[in-house]
């Protein structure tokens, strides 16, 4: 089966600037999650989907990140406007439902996101 | 507080050497534990899937152990290849298996092997 796909592999921008990344999750995976990891620590959950609506969004800076998942499949994260604090890889990952009991728990490749 | 705790944090050995990873963990109530290995720029790829009854579990040459009891995991790599070198990530999934569930990180173990 084809992976979870996110483009684009790396972004380079300046400060203050927008970026969108995009995932398209394991065909049937009805959750979704997105993730942040900076140099030299794990991922931070920043957002998680079942289908279109949204389960968990403790952790996302409000102010300046957005996600969307409008039709339950794809998803795209933005960032506006992007500060220095910010360069980490973004992942995505997908999981046939809430339980991850079992191996059906996927991420992506990720986004480099450098802000400089 | 549920944390999980990796050490080394990393680590150089040598091509065809054995190595052991630690993984140390608080998470209540447990699901199951995963280990993950992370090449640099590349998303984890999970090694195992470990349940709160399986003391051992293989996959090739990475073996991996949990203690439920002591709530520690061990990941053993066998006659290590250049290609092992990454980051491997300790994951507990939290929750009761029927609702909706938490994947709890470790910082990783930065694995380098040396021809």
């Known amino acids: 089966e084809a992976g979870v796909a996110q483009s684009p592999r790396y972004k380079i921008i300046e400060k203050r600037q927008s970026v969108a990344f995009w995932c398209n999750p394991i065909?049937?995976?009805?959750?979704l999650y997105w993730y942040q990891q900076i140099l030299g620590q794990g991922p931070k959950l920043l957002i998680q989907f079942q289908n279109n609506g949204v389960v968990d969004d403790s952790q996302l800076p409000k102010d300046r990140f957005s996600a969307e998942r409008l039709k339950g499949v794809d998803s795209t994260l933005k960032i506006q406007p992007a500060k220095l604090e910010d360069s980490a890889v973004y992942l995505c990952a997908s999981s046939l439902d809430r339980r991850i009991t079992g191996d059906g728990y996927t991420f992506g490749s990720g986004t480099r996101l450098t802000v400089v | 507080k549920n944390q999980v705790e990796q050490s080394p944090q990393s680590l150089i050995i040598l091509e065809g050497k054995n190595c052991t990873l630690q993984?140390?963990?608080?998470?209540?109530?447990?699901?199951?534990l995963r280990w993950y290995k992370q090449d640099t720029g590349r998303g984890p790829v999970s090694l195992t899937i470990m349940t709160f009854s399986e003391n051992t579990k293989s996959n090739g040459r990475y073996t991996a152990t949990l203690d439920a009891d002591t709530k520690q995991s061990s990941l053993h790599i066998t006659a290590s290849q250049l290609s092992d070198s990454a980051s491997y990530i300790c994951?507990?999934?939290?929750?009761?298996?029927?609702?909706?569930?938490?994947?709890?990180f470790g910082t990783g173990t930065l694995l380098a092997v040396q021809p």
């Open positions: 993984c140390n963990y608080t998470v209540s109530p447990f699901s199951n």
């Open positions: 994951v507990v999934v939290r929750g009761p298996g029927g609702a909706t569930n938490k994947l709890i």
């Open positions: 065909s049937g995976h009805a959750t």
